[in-house]
């Protein structure tokens, strides 16, 4: 699995792209970044683009390439997430939201505290969240802040999408087009056409 770095910087010394997202197949489909690509990554993220990590990404799950991924897991500190090398099943489609603001009203209204969404099932892998938790799974099994679908930190985001390989909901595609337009930090246009109004 790569990322080049030459797809991403273009002649003027800037990325091509707002907002990358990692993830969005089940275990990212048994692939992890090169050390390169994550040090490319890691400059993106540190230039102020966002990033978005999906299902299984920041993972240390011994046992099998598919759920060990040390290069993207180096990277859990600027989502201010903490991997662990183990996980408790915890595989649910519901979720609720459990903290409101930009995320949970542009571009869709998702809702208020407390509503229910439905997303494909979908589980943690163990991380820990310490930034904005804004989706949490609908069960009891996980507590704290090992209980989340979608947390944010600064210009980078993890949401556990991914486990469904490729299938989505309504809901879950409202909030994947929320994630992204809430990681991108950079603009700097002054004014801009909604076509959705």
Known sequence: YKF???MVDNLDGKYNYDVVFFGAWDCNGARDLTTRSASVVESYINSGNGVIFGHDTLALISGGSDLYHPNFASLAKYVNITTATSWTDN???KVYISKTGIFTT?????????????????HNLGQTANGDIWLKFDNTILSG?????????NNTGMVQTGQARGGTTADEREILANLIFYCYQLS????VTDYSA
């Open 4 to 6: 080049i770095p030459e």
């Open 188 to 191: 700097s246009l002054t004014n």
């Open 91 to 93: 595989i649910i489609n």
């Open 106 to 122: 542009y571009p869709w209204s998702i809702g208020t505290e407390g509503t229910r969404l439905t997303i494909p099932a979908a």
């Open 145 to 153: 802040n090992q209980n989340f679908y979608l947390t944010t930190y």
